[in-house]
């Protein structure tokens, strides 16, 4: 019993000892530093490992139109000049036609404009005799050159003047038909390149992918970096077809609507004339 009390005694000696030997080494060391408060470190994209293209700027970069067109085939060659051909003769044509109708509308105005003015038929045929530069004045010179054939032998007779005013009536007729030729003349290669483009186009797309798969075939391989050019270069036909064909079915139908409005008011020009000319030749024959 004795020596398991003196044996604690000794235990609770050497644990005071060590706890006055651990205490002020602790005391006397240095408080905990606080967590940087500096800028943060830079990251950088690290490079690709040597070997390995960057895909980053395979997303970002594309083919150069001419890059394309110096890579491929030469019957896709040949359709993609035919179609940037078709194009320009296109918008030439639809250049042309826009500021012509454009000239024909504002002529016609303004020889409406003098018509209603007031004036006698001898002065308008004089003003506008030698300047019949648009289908309205034409039409108004031909009928009154009729008329005024009718009273070359003197004022007709009754029995005369009916085939008097179909005579002026064909002349006004056969008139507006000329000038609406002369209009729409153009117009059939603009609807001939918006209904033939697009499948010259998906030839060009034909072609170009029947020679990926080729190329496909000789290598043995379908990557990506084989079987993209030819791809691009057929999907780039098809662009090349529409790019041709859109502009030309949408302004052909266009100046359709705008040569049958103004075909319209040339027709009605027409029949007032004609009721005007009649209306003399009631008066004269009496």
Not at 106 to 132: C, H, I, T
Not at 181 to 207: N, P, Q, R
Request: glycine letters at 6%.
């Amino acid at each position: 019993m004795m020596s398991r009390i003196k044996l604690s005694h000794w235990a609770a000696a050497c644990f005071a000892l060590f706890f006055a030997l651990a205490v002020p080494a602790l005391a006397q060391q240095a408080p905990p530093e606080a967590a940087p408060t500096g800028a943060p470190a830079q990251t950088e994209i690290l490079a690709p490992p040597p070997g390995v293209a960057d895909a980053s700027s395979d997303v970002a970069g594309h083919i150069p139109i001419a890059d394309m067109f110096l890579r491929a085939d030469i019957v896709v060659q040949a359709v993609l000049l035919i179609l940037v051909l078709a194009s320009l003769w296109s918008w030439t044509i639809i250049f042309n036609k826009a500021m012509s109708l454009s000239g024909l509308k504002r002529k016609a105005k303004k020889f409406e404009k003098v018509f209603w003015s007031g004036q006698s038929l001898d002065e308008l045929y004089q003003q506008f005799g030698a300047n019949n530069d648009h289908p309205m004045t034409a039409m108004f010179i031909a009928a009154l050159r009729e008329w005024r054939r009718a009273f070359e032998g003197g004022i007709p007779r009754d029995a005369q003047l009916a085939g008097v005013r179909e005579r002026i009536d064909k002349a006004m007729n056969v008139t507006i038909l000329r000038e609406t030729d002369a209009l729409e003349k153009g117009l059939g290669w603009l609807a001939t390149i918006g209904a033939v483009s697009t499948f010259i186009g998906l030839f060009g797309t034909v072609w170009g992918i029947m020679n990926s798969f080729s190329a496909i075939a000789a290598r043995h391989d379908t990557t990506l970096a084989v079987v993209a050019p030819g791809i691009a270069e057929a999907l780039f036909a098809t662009a090349a077809g529409l790019f041709a064909a859109i502009p030309a079915v949408i302004f052909y139908n266009r100046f359709v609507n705008e040569i049958g409005r103004y075909t319209n008011s040339l027709d009605a020009f027409a029949d007032e004339f004609s009721a005007i000319l009649s209306r003399q030749l009631d008066e004269k024959s009496r």
